[in-house]
């Protein structure tokens, strides 16, 4: 019997044109980290791949607070449960922090300000 392993590339979730996200594929281009880019405006995730990333990473580092879209969301939103901000960002892609790492089908690591070891160690194969 073989097992053959099959190795997924780091998935990284966002739009061209955020510069976190531009700054974060530049990084991993100079590591030689290979990745896919989904481009959320395009490609929006779906409800069970939000779930999913919700449970892993709660949804709080998740929110984009910079964004036009959180910013148009009324008061109530600080009161919002996690399965409350699964239904806004199935809804709104634009709601979701960028970048958003994913490898190996799992949510690593939101927005690109961890420390250069901490990278290494969630963005490296």
Known sequence: MTLTIVTMALQVYGIPNCG????????????????????????????????????????????????????????????????????AFTEDAMLLKRPLFVKAGKAVLVGFRASETELQEKLAS
């Open 20 to 87: 976190t996200c531009k700054k974060a594929l530049k990084w991993l281009d100079a590591n030689g980290i290979d990745y896919d880019f989904i481009n959320t405006k395009e490609h929006s995730p779906t409800r069970e791949q939000i779930t999913d990333w919700v449970t892993t990473l709660t949804a709080k580092p998740m929110r984009n607070t910079s964004g036009m879209s959180y910013r148009a969301l009324g008061e109530e939103k600080k009161t919002w449960s996690d399965a409350t901000w699964i239904d």
